[in-house]
């Protein structure tokens, strides 16, 4: 009879092999599959899924828990093993309450609602997707009712995504979050005379901007022997264990700091997946699983380093170089001026670090109104324009600029969009927290020295993998919780250089 | 209690979607993945391998196709319905047979052989690859033990490949046509002068290359809605369903024909994949099965038409557009005589079609001997070597231009081979029926109309998938069993015709 740790660990890791397979089959279907295969392909990734989602369910994996737990009894509960019998443990009770057939019909629905979503997108016609929303949303409240020890319907949703999290906390973060960013956003308000960007926009060959890109990835880290970069209309990052990291980016030709700013964000996500400690590959550890931790990393190298002063100082020559033109002689403080110019908009992706919490916030709250019923979906649009005019002063012209501009919904992703707002404050804190122990990181990052910071994340959050949760690695690492103030002093920072404003005495 | 057949249909339709996985898992491995994901690959491939296999070898399934053949008693037993029952059942029956940790030993030596076996060939040394072919051998053997009612250790090795094929009676085929072939390679050897290659050797840059295979991949019928073309070191084609298929092929800088007959080659074999009719999507008939029609498919394309007179003096014109300087002005008839050289030489896959088919069946010799352990492992050098000296009249320098060239059996494909040859056969007979059927068919491809082939291929071929075997095909479309003689008076019409001599009438 084998030892009973190893049994477990064996599923375990037929079950990251399934994983991986699946993140594989859904890559390939955005960068490289014929527009024909979408069918087949649909088919392939449902069966992928339900023989993991059996596998881990079955009772032999909750003998194998059992046993392995057993057979561990008295190691340090600190330890990679112990802690991977809790993560399993934890997943399974979850997805033992969650019926074979109702995950099915998530996933069918899910599939067939983004179908939807695309033509009803396309006709801004919201009344068209309506009916599809319906089918997720009682969906996802089925989901919820396999839950009945939980303070809130939209724990066990949010819980999937940011493991451990409660929606009150979350609340009442968000809530002093957004009490803060609007007073900012109304200063700011004040001077948009001040900031220029039109040099952002222009002509802008592919060709270059490629180049840009592959200095820019290098300088992070990023790696041919064990990274590769793709193009994809919906950037995204996936990693098939810590040896395998795809990283995709878009391109713009009339506006260039898209493809570069989306290939930091993705790159910050795969540093993430490749920072994993190779002790834990296959293992149930082996994958980040907090969304917040991982959208922590992705914005602080895209927002906190590419948008901060002193990379500005490093990318401006380079941009310059690139596309010469009016671009020629750029500087960092121009450079740096221009992409943090804050304005108020109706598109999430395209927002400002500033703005961008609010339409994450405003996603929250609605989110829990869906579910608990406060609000109703043929309510929904009129209700996302009302809180788009309260928090952020625009106007939504159409659903397809406003309700319907996310896939998420459609997908049957309820519970996600907090954990981006959450990652802007988690990221906050470690910039906050690097700065701290690397006093010279400012001059590092001003010299195109990524390094030091990189192993730092490396440190203090890569290689635990799943070990953690998001409050729990904080605790640890920083001796914190989850907390608003960094975060608000960092833009507080930014925007008193970017607008010549004092708000820090304020 | 839902119908039995479609109980099994599901099953079988999840098996498919597992095979299309695996055959991604693969295609991606090859043409897209960086170098360090090969671990993590290796370890997803085989547990999606012993998913699939441990469900189709289950009880239950068994269960499933003996209601499901209760259910269908009476129906037509030519219908799509009654043979897909038959082929599953004949698949499991032989599946059951091995033992989950034989066929899980098979993977894992295949993995660690081919990894010995590129290090091997490299430094040419087969004495360092031997104990890996020994491991691969005696697992062939216990495999081969798995069956005790077969008439020759070396026919259920054949079967797995060419589903019902007996190795006695390729033998009888195949010591036919080498005596045909050793004729053929005497007389041309005696007018080795006459015919000269030397335009096909020059400078030909990769960007003109992809341009003239894009052209004539368009006119075989590729497109891009269902069809993916990208580079591979070792070119192959993968069928993920009928609407999604990856064909890639290899760019040689200085001899362009092999980029543009690689990939017609791999178009065949594409084509046939999408010609399966789409009612079998899924079905245990989806995907064919037969790897000499197969192959049948390729080498038909790549030689009887990419090689043939009339599509020559299509292809001639275009390769002069394409590369200009010495090969300006190039017409068809110079083009066919340099592309079809006879040279008897040391490497299978750069053979000619005349000599192709000994390397073959020196191997299929080869394999038998070694099998029923009438040959040694550590005499296999020399055996290879007397055997290319005795039917091709070359002297081998070395291991790695000998017995270490192909990746098939540090693989542990034994077995494989000979479905290459088989394959020329039964193209020589379906290019003879389709000249009888359209008599105008010369006139067609001369005028570069691939789609008249490509129909016919269709209809008699591709739409089938794997509802029968070559044998079955050809006795049901052409009424006749698989010969030797449209094959050789096929080389002998071209031998004639390259050389100047009067072969039909000797």
């Given at each position: 009879?084998?030892?009973?740790?190893?049994?477990?660990?064996?599923?375990?890791?037929?079950?990251?092999?399934?994983?991986?397979?699946?993140?594989?089959?859904?890559?390939?279907?955005?960068?490289?599959?014929?527009?024909r295969?979408?069918?087949?392909?649909?088919?392939?990734?449902?069966?992928?899924?339900?023989?993991?989602?059996?596998?881990?369910?079955?009772?032999?994996?909750?003998?194998l828990?059992?046993?392995?737990?057993?057979?561990l009894?008295?190691?340090?509960p600190?330890?990679?093993?112990?802690?991977?019998?809790?993560?399993?443990?934890?997943?399974?009770?979850k997805?033992?309450?969650?019926?074979g057939?109702?995950?099915?019909?998530?996933t069918?629905?899910?599939?067939?609602?983004?179908?939807?979503?695309i033509?009803?997108?396309?006709e801004?016609?919201f009344?068209a997707?309506?009916?599809?929303?319906?089918?997720?949303?009682?969906?996802?409240?089925?989901?919820?009712?396999?839950f009945?020890?939980?303070d809130?319907p939209?724990?066990p949703?949010?819980d999937d995504?940011?493991?451990?999290a409660r929606?009150?906390?979350?609340a009442?973060?968000?809530?002093e979050?957004k009490?803060e960013?609007?007073?900012?956003?109304?200063?700011?308000?004040?001077?948009?005379?001040r900031?220029?960007?039109?040099?952002?926009?222009?002509?802008?060959?592919?060709?270059?901007?490629?180049?840009?890109?592959?200095?820019?990835?290098?300088?992070?880290?990023?790696?041919?022997?064990?990274?590769?970069?793709?193009?994809a209309v919906?950037?995204?990052?996936?990693g098939?264990?810590?040896?395998?990291?795809?990283?995709?980016?878009?391109w713009?030709?009339?506006?260039?700091?898209?493809?570069?700013?989306?290939?930091?964000?993705e790159?910050?996500?795969?540093?993430?997946?490749?920072?994993?400690?190779e002790?834990?590959?296959?293992?149930?550890?082996?994958h980040?699983e907090?969304c917040?931790?991982?959208?922590?990393?992705?914005?602080?190298?895209?927002?906190?380093v590419?948008?901060?002063r002193p990379?500005?100082?490093?990318?401006?020559?380079?941009?310059?170089?690139?596309?010469?033109?009016?671009?020629?002689?750029?500087?960092g403080e121009?450079?740096y001026?221009a992409?943090?110019?804050?304005?108020?908009?109706?598109?999430?992706v395209?927002?400002?670090?500033?703005?961008?919490?609010l339409h994450?916030?405003?996603?929250?709250?609605?989110?829990?109104?869906?579910?608990?019923?406060?609000?109703?979906i043929?309510?929904?649009?009129?209700?996302?324009?009302a809180?788009?005019?309260?928090?952020?002063?625009?106007?939504?012209?159409?659903d397809?600029?406003?309700?319907?501009?996310?896939?998420?919904?459609?997908?049957?992703?309820?519970?996600y969009?907090p954990?981006?707002?959450?990652?802007?404050?988690?990221?906050?804190?470690?910039?906050?927290?690097?700065?701290?122990?690397?006093?010279?990181?400012?001059?590092?990052?001003?010299a195109?020295?990524l390094d030091?910071?990189?192993?730092?994340?490396?440190?203090?959050?890569?290689?635990?993998?799943?070990k953690?949760?998001?409050?729990?690695?904080?605790?640890?690492?920083?001796?914190a919780?989850?907390?608003v103030?960094?975060?608000?002093?960092?833009?507080?920072?930014?925007?008193?250089?970017?607008?010549?404003?004092?708000?820090?005495a304020?």
């Amino acid at each position: 009879m084998a030892d009973p740790f190893e049994q477990l660990r064996e599923r375990m890791g037929e079950l990251a092999d399934l994983r991986n397979t699946s993140e594989l089959l859904d890559w390939d279907r955005q960068t490289m599959m014929p527009p024909r295969g979408a069918l087949s392909r649909a088919e392939a990734s449902a069966t992928i899924q339900r023989l993991s989602h059996d596998m881990f369910v079955s009772d032999d994996t909750g003998r194998l828990i059992d046993a392995a737990a057993a057979a561990l009894d008295g190691a340090n509960p600190d330890s990679d093993d112990a802690a991977s019998i809790r993560v399993v443990r934890r997943r399974w009770e979850k997805a033992r309450r969650v019926p074979g057939r109702l995950a099915a019909d998530i996933t069918r629905a899910a599939s067939v609602g983004q179908t939807a979503w695309i033509v009803a997108r396309e006709e801004s016609d919201f009344g068209a997707f309506a009916p599809y929303l319906e089918q997720n949303l009682d969906l996802v409240r089925r989901y919820v009712d396999c839950f009945d020890d939980v303070d809130c319907p939209y724990d066990p949703l949010l819980d999937d995504y940011e493991p451990g999290a409660r929606t009150a906390d979350l609340a009442r973060l968000f809530d002093e979050l957004k009490a803060e960013l609007r007073v900012l956003i109304g200063t700011v308000a004040e001077q948009a005379g001040r900031v220029d960007d039109g040099l952002l926009h222009g002509d802008f060959p592919v060709a270059r901007q490629r180049g840009l890109v592959a200095w820019l990835l290098e300088l992070m880290g990023f790696d041919p022997a064990g990274w590769r970069i793709d193009d994809a209309v919906h950037p995204f990052a996936a990693g098939f264990g810590s040896h395998d990291i795809r990283i995709t980016t878009r391109w713009d030709e009339s506006f260039f700091p898209t493809s570069m700013y989306s290939a930091m964000h993705e790159c910050g996500h795969g540093l993430y997946e490749e920072g994993v400690a190779e002790s834990l590959e296959r293992t149930p550890l082996g994958h980040p699983e907090s969304c917040g931790l991982h959208e922590s990393q992705s914005r602080l190298w895209e927002n906190m380093v590419g948008r901060g002063r002193p990379f500005c100082g490093v990318l401006a020559p380079r941009v310059a170089d690139a596309f010469g033109g009016p671009l020629a002689g750029l500087d960092g403080e121009t450079l740096y001026r221009a992409v943090n110019k804050v304005t108020p908009s109706l598109i999430r992706v395209e927002a400002d670090e500033v703005t961008y919490n609010l339409h994450i916030i405003l996603r929250f709250e609605l989110e829990q109104e869906l579910v608990d019923g406060r609000l109703a979906i043929r309510d929904l649009p009129e209700a996302w324009n009302a809180r788009y005019k309260e928090y952020l002063g625009v106007d939504v012209p159409d659903d397809a600029d406003g309700v319907l501009q996310d896939v998420h919904w459609a997908a049957g992703l309820i519970g996600y969009f907090p954990t981006y707002a959450l990652g802007n404050l988690v990221a906050g804190q470690l910039f906050e927290r690097a700065h701290a122990d690397m006093p010279d990181l400012d001059a590092r990052l001003a010299a195109g020295d990524l390094d030091g910071l990189r192993e730092w994340l490396r440190e203090h959050v890569h290689r635990y993998g799943a070990k953690f949760s998001a409050t729990e690695l904080l605790q640890r690492e920083l001796g914190a919780s989850i907390e608003v103030g960094p975060l608000v002093q960092y833009l507080k920072g930014k925007i008193s250089r970017v607008y010549d404003l004092d708000l820090d005495a304020a």
